[in-house]
């Protein structure tokens, strides 16, 4: 039979036990991937923006799943919205998570990308398309922050990702993804630091339609 003192032991060993745990903070990282890939899905325009400064164009922005197999991916065009049929920016994105609370998006040239317009209407087309059309833009991904839920925000790096449009050496991007719409700067600098293209005043506002 146990003596008091030994029972009374045990007990507070117990409790401390419990108390401990209580108090542990749960350290487990939350994965918002899931919440970003849905956000940046979708038709977009920015056809209030250019009703309100006439010195951005009414744009229009697809951005739908494909790959579903193979991770997140998204295929991404771009086009005034009045010339939807030629667009002029075709792109696939690569949402990876880095850590707890940032997030990549990696960007792809497609290969023959004229075969491809306006099959963001029709997302399973792109099962025919084989990783090996595809090629990354090295050093042009977005690294991305969650800010609070459904706000993330972020850039590419300062001269990282090598642009040669219009006579740029390198171009930024500074994007936020939000509930309702997504603002997206994309400007090219020379070597020596110039704005040579891109919005002068910020970034493009594009509201999520559907």
Known sequence: MLRPFVMLTIVLMLVSCKNDKQNTPNTTPT????????????????EVQSQVDSTYFNIALHMYPIWEDKGNF???EQALNARQNKPYRQRIYEITLVNDSMYSSAIYTIEHDSLWIGKWKTPK??????????????????????????????KTGDKTCASSLYGASYATSEVEILEDKIISWDRGFDDKGEHIWGAEKGGYIFNKLD
């Open 31 to 46: 994965n918002h991937l899931p919440e970003l890939f849905s956000l940046m899905q979708g038709s977009f325009n920015s």
């Open 74 to 76: 998204l295929y991404v």
């Open 125 to 154: 087309a792109f099962d025919s398309l084989a990783m090996d059309k595809v090629t990354k833009k090295e050093g042009c991904e977005v690294i991305l922050k969650r800010i609070e839920p459904n706000y993330f925000k972020g």
